[in-house]
C-alpha cells in the first residue's frame, strides 16, 4: 500500500466516522429558556399586564414568540434549538418588561390617588 492509498483511506474513515456521530447526535430542546421564559409570562398575568396597554403589548409579544419558540422546537434540529432559544430569550424579557410596565402603572394609580386624598383633605381643612 502508497502513502496516499493509506492517507486516503484514513481520511475515508475519519469523514465517515464524523458523519457517523454527527447523525447521531440530537439537539436537545432549550428548557431553561423555556422555562425562564414561562415563568416571566406568567409573572407578567399575574402582575395584571392584560390590563395595562403598554404592558400588554409586550406579554402579547412573549405569547407570540414562545408559540414560535414552541414550532421551532418540535421541528427539531441544531439551527431550530438555536433560533428558538433565541426566541425564548426574547419572550422572558419581553414578559419581564410587561411586568415592570404593569408594576409601574400601579404605582402611578396609587400615586394619583394619594395626591386625590391629600386635595380632598386640603380642601376640607381650609
Known amino acids: 500500500m502508497t502513502i496516499r492509498t493509506t492517507t486516503t483511506r484514513a481520511l475515508l474513515?475519519?469523514?465517515?466516522?464524523?458523519?457517523?456521530?454527527g447523525g447521531c447526535?440530537?439537539?436537545r430542546p432549550p428548557t431553561e429558556t423555556m422555562?425562564?421564559?414561562?415563568?416571566?409570562?406568567r409573572g407578567a398575568e399575574q402582575a395584571g399586564a392584560e390590563d395595562v396597554p403598554r404592558a400588554?403589548?409586550?406579554l402579547q409579544l412573549a405569547n407570540e414568540q414562545s408559540a414560535k419558540a414552541k414550532v421551532l422546537?418540535?421541528?427539531?434540529?441544531?439551527?431550530n434549538m438555536r433560533?428558538?432559544?433565541?426566541?425564548?430569550?426574547?419572550?422572558?424579557?419581553d414578559g419581564?418588561?410587561?411586568?415592570a410596565l404593569a408594576d409601574s402603572d400601579k404605582d402611578r394609580v396609587a400615586a394619583e390617588q394619594a395626591l386625590a386624598e391629600i386635595r380632598t383633605f386640603k380642601q376640607q381643612t381650609e
Open 25 to 27: 447526535s440530537s439537539t
Open 56 to 58: 400588554a403589548l409586550y
Open 35 to 41: 422555562e425562564a421564559s414561562a415563568a416571566s409570562i
Open 13 to 21: 474513515a475519519l469523514f465517515l466516522g464524523t458523519a457517523l456521530v
Open 73 to 79: 422546537i418540535a421541528s427539531g434540529g441544531e439551527d
Open 96 to 99: 419581564d418588561l410587561a411586568i
Open 83 to 93: 433560533a428558538a432559544s433565541n426566541l425564548l430569550m426574547r419572550a422572558a424579557a
